[in-house]
C-alpha cells in the first residue's frame, strides 16, 4: 500500500509542481497588468514595491483576484490548468507507445550480435560479388571500361 502511495506520488509531482508554478506566474502576470491599468505613466515608481507584493504573498493575492472575479486571472488561470493536463494526457501517451518489451528494445526490434551481423551483410562470395556489380552497372559503361583498359595495355 504505501509504496503504492509512494508511485502515485511520483507520478503526479512533476503535474502539480506545473500547475503550482503556473498559478504563481498568473498572479504575478494579473497583478502586473493591473498595476499597469492603475499607475499608467508612474508605473515605473510603483512597479518594484507592487511586483515585491506580488511575488511574497502570491496566494493572498490570487484569491483577491478570483473574489472580484478578475477576468485575466480566471482565464489565465483556465489556459495553465488546461495546459498541464494536456501535458500530462501528452506524457503518458508517449510513455505508453515507448513502452518496451523483456529486452529493452521499442517493439520487435532486437539486437543483433556479431555472427548474425556478418552472415547477413558480410557474407558475399565472389561470383555473387560480380554478379551484382554487373546487374547495378549499365553495359555501355562495363564495354568503355574494358575497351579503356584494352588501348591502355596495348598503348604501353
Same mark, same amino acid.
Do not use: C
Given at each position: 500500500?504505501?509504496?503504492?502511495?509512494? %508511485?502515485? !506520488?511520483?507520478?503526479?509531482?512533476?503535474?502539480? +509542481? *506545473?500547475?503550482? !508554478?503556473?498559478?504563481?506566474?498568473?498572479?504575478?502576470?494579473?497583478? *502586473?497588468?493591473?498595476?499597469? /491599468?492603475? &499607475?499608467?505613466? @508612474? @508605473?515605473?515608481?510603483?512597479?518594484?514595491?507592487?511586483?515585491?507584493? +506580488?511575488?511574497?504573498?502570491?496566494?493572498? $493575492?490570487?484569491?483577491?483576484?478570483? /473574489?472580484?472575479? $478578475?477576468?485575466?486571472?480566471?482565464?489565465?488561470?483556465?489556459?495553465?490548468?488546461? &495546459?498541464?493536463? &494536456?501535458?500530462? +494526457?501528452?506524457? %503518458?501517451?508517449?510513455?505508453?507507445?515507448? =513502452?518496451?518489451?523483456? @529486452? =529493452? @528494445?521499442?517493439?520487435?526490434?532486437?539486437?543483433? $550480435?556479431?555472427? #548474425?551481423?556478418?552472415?547477413?551483410?558480410?557474407?558475399? %562470395?565472389?561470383?555473387?560479388?560480380?554478379?551484382?556489380? $554487373?546487374?547495378? *552497372?549499365?553495359? #555501355?559503361? +562495363?564495354? /568503355?571500361?574494358?575497351?579503356? #583498359?584494352? /588501348?591502355?595495355?596495348?598503348?604501353?
Amino acid at each position: 500500500m504505501k509504496a503504492k502511495l509512494l %508511485n502515485v !506520488v511520483k507520478a503526479i509531482w512533476p503535474y502539480g +509542481l *506545473t500547475l503550482i !508554478v503556473g498559478l504563481y506566474l498568473v498572479g504575478i502576470l494579473t497583478g *502586473t497588468i493591473m498595476a499597469l /491599468s492603475k &499607475y499608467k505613466l @508612474t @508605473t515605473a515608481v510603483h512597479l518594484s514595491a507592487v511586483l515585491k507584493q +506580488l511575488a511574497f504573498h502570491p496566494w493572498h $493575492n490570487d484569491l483577491l483576484y478570483l /473574489s472580484q472575479k $478578475n477576468p485575466i486571472s480566471i482565464i489565465a488561470g483556465i489556459g495553465v490548468i488546461l &495546459y498541464t493536463i &494536456y501535458f500530462a +494526457l501528452k506524457r %503518458n501517451s508517449k510513455h505508453k507507445a515507448w =513502452e518496451t518489451a523483456d @529486452t =529493452e @528494445t521499442h517493439g520487435s526490434a532486437t539486437w543483433g $550480435n556479431l555472427k #548474425e551481423l556478418s552472415d547477413h551483410y558480410f557474407s558475399i %562470395n565472389a561470383k555473387d560479388l560480380t554478379t551484382a556489380f $554487373n546487374k547495378s *552497372t549499365k553495359a #555501355e559503361i +562495363l564495354k /568503355s571500361l574494358v575497351d579503356r #583498359e584494352k /588501348s591502355a595495355k596495348g598503348g604501353d
